[in-house]
């Protein structure tokens, strides 16, 4: 079981930077692929960025990738998202993810922290 806290959320003028951060419970961290996703109000949840259980490898979407950099401590448990050059389409809930595949697949959701981005 993984529990996954996200924080950094905030009300940004477009041009501006956040960093968003998501701690996560238990002694497994580094075995699981860390994922943002985000969701605006009325469209379906959409992925954003991921990064591999060591750290060495991260992917962007299309719509973020330049700006956006994903980043992992896995000492302290933490994924990162830091977010550049904001727009007011970056405006969402975003969501951390934990996911592993072993025997099955499994995936852990934090509850979200709201971005909004002023034009």
């Known amino acids: 079981q993984v529990q996954l806290v996200e924080s950094g959320g905030g009300l940004v003028q477009a041009g501006g930077s956040l960093r968003l951060s998501c701690a996560a419970s238990?002694?497994?961290?580094?075995?699981?692929?860390m994922n943002w996703y985000r969701q605006a109000p009325g469209k379906e949840r959409e992925f954003v960025a991921v990064i591999t259980g060591s750290g060495g490898s991260a992917h962007y979407a299309d719509s973020v990738s330049g700006r956006f950099t994903i980043s992992r401590d896995n000492a302290k448990n933490t994924v990162y998202l830091q977010m550049n050059s904001l727009e007011p389409e970056d405006t969402a809930i975003y969501y951390c993810?934990?996911?592993?595949?072993?025997?099955?697949?499994?995936?852990?959701w934090g509850q979200g922290t709201q971005v909004t981005v002023s034009s």
């Open positions: 993810n934990a996911h592993l595949i072993v025997d099955r697949s499994y995936d852990y």
């Open positions: 238990g002694r497994t961290f580094s075995s699981y692929d």
